[in-house]
């Protein structure tokens, strides 16, 4: 029987030997590509860093991430303007989660502090959207929040209105799961599956980023399509299959940092077995995969007699099969 107290559980898992098997093989089938832009995003990458952020307190871990690469990796199809605009929302929300992060973030304890750096967060991402009066531009103290100006400016350009509020329904849906995994974070017991999985699929930001695909790919979609069940499943099931990669491949750095909040911890509290729980996630995202395909298939059948739709369709396919290879090679 496994504990179900956080410490009882990192504890106990701390000189446990887990062994992920077929992960890789899961996504043999899946395409992997980088960008051939990937030098010059490298250097404009760290230009930025170093010019918007010349005293920040993780400046070098940031530089050694090779975020060029992870850009380069997750959309290696987009035109430059476009890869470097999704590259840089990808870096603001890791440098905006790290705030909060158990480990190293300064507002992770205070939990009012949290919510005024969400709600301004919140505030700043819809006046740059194009939500509010021009003549309202705002500017906000923190670094990292002003830094979305760049992204915010560039979406507000080049994407519908209907676009754009699906972007910021998906960065509010963002921090209101961060409020829920920090309330969650601050008690003592650990949280069940069922509500970690509730939560989870709004702070791995992973519809964030799907929230750009259209951009990314200077497409639009026709709102038929955006609200077919199946296009909606596609949403649920790269979140999930992403979600359920990097709870896999962070849970060791977790559990050495005394973090519980991870799929792999849960389901030992629930299964009594860490290596079952490891076998349950890997089978769980072939299920994604599987019923991916399956779900694309679909919809290429449904709008194949639309030739623009389906161009359209099969680049956001494409793209959600990239972020996949690119996140579980990206470490």
């Not at 973030?105 to 009012?112: E, M, P, V, W, Y």
């Not at 792999?264 to 077995?273: E, P």
Request: hydrophobic fraction near 40%; charged fraction near 25%; aromatic fraction near 10%.
């Amino acid at each position: 029987m496994a504990p179900t107290s956080r410490i009882e559980v990192i504890k106990s898992l701390q000189n446990q030997t887990l062994t992920i098997r077929g992960l890789h093989t899961a996504f043999a089938n899946w395409p992997f590509e980088v960008s051939p832009h990937l030098n010059r995003l490298r250097q404009d990458v760290t230009y930025m860093l170093t010019n918007r952020f010349p005293h920040h307190p993780r400046l070098e871990r940031l530089l050694g991430s090779d975020f060029g690469l992870f850009g380069a990796a997750w959309f290696p199809c987009v035109e430059y303007d476009q890869l470097r605009v999704a590259t840089y929302l990808s870096l603001w929300l890791f440098m905006w989660d790290d705030e909060l992060d158990s480990d190293v973030g300064s507002l992770a304890g205070d939990f009012d502090m949290a919510q005024e750096y969400r709600a301004e967060t919140l505030a700043f991402v819809r006046n740059r959207l194009g939500f509010d009066d021009p003549k309202d531009l705002t500017v906000s103290s923190n670094e990292v929040i002003n830094s979305f100006d760049f992204i915010g400016d560039a979406l507000q350009e080049s994407c519908s209105k209907d676009q754009r509020q699906t972007f910021l329904k998906e960065v509010q849906f963002f921090m209101e799961t961060s409020e829920t995994e920090q309330r969650l974070r601050l008690e003592e017991s650990l949280v069940m599956v069922d509500k970690y999985s509730r939560y989870r699929l709004g702070t791995g930001a992973v519809r964030v980023v799907l929230a750009i695909s259209q951009f990314c790919n200077c497409t639009d979609l026709p709102a038929y399509v955006n609200e077919d069940a199946d296009f909606i499943a596609l949403w649920d099931l790269i979140n999930v299959n992403i979600c359920s990669v990097n709870d896999l491949l962070s849970v060791k750095k977790e559990i050495a940092q005394g973090g519980g909040e991870n799929l792999v911890t849960i389901l030992y509290a629930k299964l009594g077995s860490p290596q079952e729980a490891v076998n349950h996630i890997v089978d769980s995202i072939r299920h994604t995969i599987t019923e991916f395909d399956g779900t694309a298939e679909r919809l290429r059948i449904r709008y194949s007699t639309d030739r623009d739709v389906l161009k359209d369709l099969e680049s956001f396919i494409d793209g959600c099969k990239y972020y996949c290879t690119a996140n579980l090679s990206w470490r």
